[in-house]
T-cell receptor, first 112, second 113 residues
Framework: GQQVMQIPQYQHVQEGEDFTTYCNSS?????IQWYKQRPGGHPVFLIQ?????EVKKQKRLTFQFGEAKKNSSLHITATQTTDVGTYFC????????????FGQGTRLTINP | GAGVSQSPSNKVTEKGKDVELRCDPI?????LYWYRQSLGQGLEFLIY????????KSGLPSDRFSAERTGGSVSTLTIQRTQQEDSAVYLC???????????FGSGTRLTVV
């Protein structure tokens, strides 16, 4: 079945450092979505990417969708303590079953 | 409603008892999903409903788990003869359609003692 692999599993940074998490799918995706889960909270939708090679920015967050629509990344510039949490990517297959397949998440902790 | 509502927020039950978890999705959302999340772990897909189609039950871990969605709205996840390994946070999500973003509820934290 379809798999979405996300790395790293954990990342600890100093406040102000950059952070990147990567997501790879075994199959071509029609879209990829990113969610953030704060400690003790539930996942909250951040963004959806649809087009090959698409790049979107939300303040210090930059999201990319690969040319082959099989991989994606989330980059945070100059992390702040409010960025703490687990970031999940989730891919929707181009064909077949229409449910998101979530990556295992990257847990980001920050040393202030 | 404005968001996805789940109840109860916390449930402590004795091993062997049955439990029912409720999810009230956003009005007008045709798709509804159940996930399970153990402490510090990822999202484990359980089941999803889309409109009047047969539900995708491929993620249910055993026949002790079942779910229904009445009238295309409220859903109930039932766990029979609970076991300690069932302890987790059960998250419900809904989406306008299967291609859109998911809105998650706050979850039900189930503890089996």
């Amino acid at each position: 079945g379809q798999q979405v692999m996300q790395i790293p599993q954990y990342q600890h940074v100093q406040e102000g450092e950059d952070f990147t998490t990567y997501c790879n799918s075994s199959t071509t995706l029609s879209n990829i979505q990113w969610y953030k889960q704060r400690p003790g909270g539930h996942p909250v939708f951040l963004i959806q990417l649809v087009k090959s090679g698409e790049v979107k920015k939300q303040k210090r967050l930059t999201f990319q969708f690969g040319e082959a629509k099989k991989n994606s990344s989330l980059h945070i510039t100059a992390t702040q303590t409010t960025d703490v949490g687990t970031y999940f990517c989730a891919g929707l297959k181009s064909q077949g079953a229409q449910k998101l397949v979530f990556g295992q998440g990257t847990r980001l902790t920050i040393n202030p | 409603g404005a968001g996805v509502s789940q109840s109860p927020s916390n449930k402590v039950t004795e091993k062997g008892k049955d439990v029912e978890l409720r999810c009230d999705p956003i009005s007008g959302h045709t798709a509804l999903y159940w996930y399970r999340q153990s402490l510090g772990q990822g999202l484990e897909f359980l089941i999803y409903f889309q409109g009047n189609s047969a539900p995708d039950k491929s993620g249910l871990p055993s026949d002790r788990f079942s779910a229904e969605r009445t009238g295309g709205s409220v859903s109930t996840l039932t766990i029979q003869r609970t076991q300690q390994e069932d302890s987790a946070v059960y998250l419900c999500a809904s989406s306008l359609d299967t291609r859109g973003s998911y809105t998650f509820g706050s979850g039900t934290r189930l503890t089996v003692v």
